[in-house]
Nanobody, 120 residues
Framework: QVQLVESGGGLVQAGGSLRLSCAAS????????MGWYRQAPGKQRELVAT???????NSADSVKGRFTISRDNAKNTVYLQMNSLKPEDTAVYYC??????????????WGQGTLVTVSS
């Protein structure tokens, strides 16, 4: 069993910063890509940023230049540094990982979500 536990969400004023963390635990052989997605009220879940095991990143146009994804492979942890936050960044942020276990090469795992609220 593999679990993702997120932390770091909260309430921040527009222009402020937050750092999200997501730690993977359980029967992990290796972790391929990790990423962050978000879902605002009444909207579909959307990709925020992803990072491969080798460190290659991809991010949504709406967060480019403001958000930075990184990971610590030794700790099985992915981070999302969010700067210059805007009210439209308000959403539940979900961590996602493509995990290899003893039994499967690709297991998609989701965290429980952490709420980020940006006030104007």
């Amino acid at each position: 069993q593999v679990q993702l536990v997120e932390s770091g969400g909260g309430l921040v004023q527009a222009g402020g910063s937050l750092r999200l963390s997501c730690a993977a635990s359980g029967s992990i052989f290796s972790i391929n890509a990790m990423g962050w997605y978000r879902q605002a009220p009444g909207k579909q879940r959307e990709l925020v940023a992803t990072i491969t095991s080798g460190g290659s990143t991809n991010s949504a146009d709406s967060v480019k230049g403001r958000f930075t994804i990184s990971r610590d492979n030794a700790k099985n942890t992915v981070y999302l540094q969010m700067n210059s936050l805007k009210p439209e960044d308000t959403a539940v942020y979900y961590c996602n990982a493509d995990v290899a276990t003893e039994f499967v090469f690709h297991l998609e795992v989701w965290g429980q979500g952490t709420l980020v609220t940006v006030s104007s």
